[in-house]
């Protein structure tokens, strides 16, 4: 089609695109300006050469819209020239409609490779298109550039390679292998098949595996926001309650006056105790732990004080008292409020006195002990229940500290859950790194009567039958404490003997184990048993 090609090539290279005139060029003399122009009329017939021959259609893109193009554009585009171009598909060329595989849409305006090369980018891109002179659907590899003239961009070239060809051989050659492949190659089809398959499996579990992460990292809970960490020794808490606690600690510390610690069970006394003997002058000597509640009454006077041989029947030898054995140091009396009346005045004599006698002795024994005292109980109520000595408890109060219960701090929370999971997976030997905010949100909800010792076990539970790196807690949590009538309303002392008669029916009255009633009550077992003992609560 000799017009056709007329036509297109004078588009390509036409008139005055050389774009010289002989006032833009600084030139001396006119057989240079000459020269310099057969020069370059030279390369245009060789660029002319080359895009036509080319069977890859070039179009040159500037903000007027197509200048130029060859002739394998004009041809695919169905034309016969670039101004029959641009009427028939617009100044850009926007008619000519391009789609990507698998889309049945076409691109829009700011997608097409060239629309983006004249913005500065440079494209490769698969589409597909119709081809305006055969009709038929055409896959085109188009490669698109910006044309930059003094760092400025002055237009955009693309190159469409028509590749469908290429393609129709790969699925035809294909095709021809399937058919001559016969028996013999149907096994390694379905090893191929599998193998497909198995790759399809193993990218869509990679897939659910980082869609469960970014589902799981959107509901995790940020442990990294909690700040301001106070770590008092072992007491962990960064509540202004706590914060309270550990400067009155730092305040009594170094002296040697005696220190009552109050506080709900599991709310760390005994670490506050420590934590105070570690900061005192006596902290190279010894501190005695005497938990008033576990020693069975019969012996805790021998316990405390020591006694002589034959002291009682059974007495063999002579045996040193806890007060003789915390000499120099520091005693912890445990569960004060659960010290036997009679032995609260032998007790009042030693912080008195610091002296005090062997059972089956009359000789005095002096001791310099430092004394922590430590309970649960309302001292005031056991004194108004005629339980406990208002002297004694005037001897020991001389510096309260009172330890906050968990629900009044639940800041703390996430930090102790954090120091706990550090502990059991050391302990465990486990990887848990997550709790969920779910998780969490339960946690803070639950009213913590056990508390810190009832948030370490619900802990250890959790981390036990967690297998991955998130840790599941699976207790139940009852977060309603019921309100009762004001004409129902018992004493505080009631209610606890009634909770833990009715833990203990719960439990079978197992006392021990995590299925026994002190586990659930958040307390020791032998704390429990004092507590049975001073209440009267007996198997019925
Ligand atoms: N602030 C805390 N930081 C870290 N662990 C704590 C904290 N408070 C308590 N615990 C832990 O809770 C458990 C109970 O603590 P502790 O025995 O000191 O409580 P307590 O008030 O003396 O209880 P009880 O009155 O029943 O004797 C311990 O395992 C302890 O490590």
Not at 44 to 66: C, H, K, Q, S, Y
Not at 289 to 310: M, Q, Y
Not at 354 to 370: A, I, M, N, P, Q
Not at 394 to 419: A, H, M, Q, S, W
Request: hydrophobic fraction near 40%; charged fraction near 25%; glycine fraction near 8%.
């Amino acid at each position: 089609m000799p017009m056709r090609t007329e036509s297109y090539e004078n588009q390509l290279i036409s008139g005055d695109e050389i774009g010289i005139r002989r006032d833009s060029i600084k030139i001396k003399k006119r057989t240079t300006f000459a020269a310099h122009v057969s020069t370059l009329l030279l390369k245009r017939t060789e660029m002319n050469a080359i895009l036509n021959t080319t069977p890859n259609a070039v179009f040159i893109l500037t903000r007027d819209g197509i200048t130029r193009c060859n002739r394998a554009a004009v041809r695919m585009l169905g034309v016969a020239s670039l101004n029959e171009l641009r009427n028939k598909y617009g100044r850009k060329g926007e008619g000519f409609l391009l789609r990507w595989p698998k889309n049945l849409l076409p691109l829009r305006e700011d997608e097409r490779p060239l629309t983006r090369a004249l913005k500065g980018e440079s494209v490769t891109e698969v589409v597909l298109a119709i081809h305006a002179e055969t009709g038929e659907e055409i896959t085109l590899r188009i490669t698109a550039a910006p044309i930059l003239a003094k760092g400025r961009i002055i237009g955009a070239v693309g190159i469409h390679s028509d590749i469908t060809w290429g393609e129709q051989l790969s699925s035809n050659q294909a095709a021809a292998f399937t058919k001559q492949a016969g028996a013999d190659h149907l096994l390694s089809q379905e090893q191929a098949l599998r193998r497909q398959a198995e790759n399809d499996l193993h990218r869509a579990k990679v897939e659910l595996q980082a869609l469960k992460d970014r589902i799981r990292s959107a509901d995790i809970y940020p442990f990294h926001e909690t700040n301001h960490t106070y770590h008092f020794g072992e007491v962990i808490g960064q509540s202004r309650c706590l914060e309270n606690v550990f400067f009155r600690v730092e305040a009594v510390a170094p002296q040697d006056s005696t220190v009552l610690l109050l506080g709900e069970t599991g709310t760390g006394k005994g670490l506050v105790a420590r934590a105070i003997h570690n900061r005192s002058l006596r902290k190279h000597r010894p501190l005695v732990v005497v938990n008033c509640t576990a020693l069975p009454a019969s012996l805790i006077e021998s316990e405390l004080f020591g006694r002589e041989k034959g002291a009682f029947t059974g007495a063999s030898a002579q045996q040193l008292g806890r007060f003789e054995m915390a000499d120099k140091g520091t005693i912890l009396l445990d569960e004060i409020g659960d010290l036997p009346f009679e032995l609260q005045s032998k007790l009042l004599q030693v912080i008195q006195e610091g002296e005090f006698s062997r059972l089956g002795s009359s000789r005095t024994v002096k001791v310099d002990v430092r004394i922590i005292a430590a309970t649960n109980r309302d001292l005031y109520e056991e004194i108004r229940l005629g339980r406990f000595r208002e002297d004694l408890f005037y001897r020991l109060n001389i510096f309260p500290i009172t330890l906050p219960p968990l629900r009044d701090r639940k800041e703390d929370i996430p930090l102790l859950v954090e120091y706990f999971l550090e502990k059991f997976n050391r302990k465990l030997g486990k990887s848990l790194r997550h709790v969920t905010n779910e998780t969490m949100g339960r946690l803070m909800a639950h009213a913590w009567p056990g508390n810190v010792r009832e948030l370490e076990s619900v802990i250890e539970r959790a981390a036990i039958i967690s297998p991955g790196a998130t840790l599941q807690v699976l207790d139940h949590f009852e977060t309603a404490v019921p309100v009762r009538a004001a004409d129902e309303a018992k004493p505080l002392i009631d209610l606890e003997r009634d909770y833990i008669s009715e833990v203990l029916n719960r439990t079978n009255w197992r006392i021990e184990g995590d299925k026994g009633a002190a586990h659930i009550l958040g307390i020791n077992p032998s704390t429990l048993r004092g507590r049975m003992r001073k209440e009267g609560i007996r198997r019925p």
